[in-house]
């Protein structure tokens, strides 16, 4: 996938809240083996009710199980600071 549809992707997810847009960056981020980042589209995906299936969860679930509780709320906290700039 381009810059220019990654952007893409992200400004629908987070400006115009596009589930489906959402879903797309976290299938990228389970292709390329990202971890933070898949947990934080993951849960952007989650905040916009997209429609997630069972490969997502198990790996948001694995890479979850490998982080320190320290990170994962670091993760977590990042997801959040995310979804509250498009809901504030």
């Not at 997810?13 to 933070?36: F, P």
């Given at each position: 996938m381009s810059r220019a549809q990654t952007s893409e992707l992200l400004r629908r997810?987070?400006?115009?809240?596009?589930?489906?847009?959402?879903?797309?960056?976290?299938?990228?981020?389970?292709?390329?083996?990202?971890?933070?980042i898949a947990l934080i589209r993951y849960l952007q995906a989650q905040h916009l009710d997209a429609p997630l299936d069972a490969r997502h969860h198990d790996y948001v679930r694995d890479v979850a199980a490998r982080m320190s509780p320290a990170t994962l709320a670091r993760v977590v906290g990042e997801a959040r600071a995310r979804a509250g700039r498009r809901d504030g």
């Open positions: 997810a987070y400006e115009s809240g596009d589930g489906r847009a959402a879903v797309a960056l976290l299938d990228q981020s389970i292709a390329l083996g990202h971890r933070k």
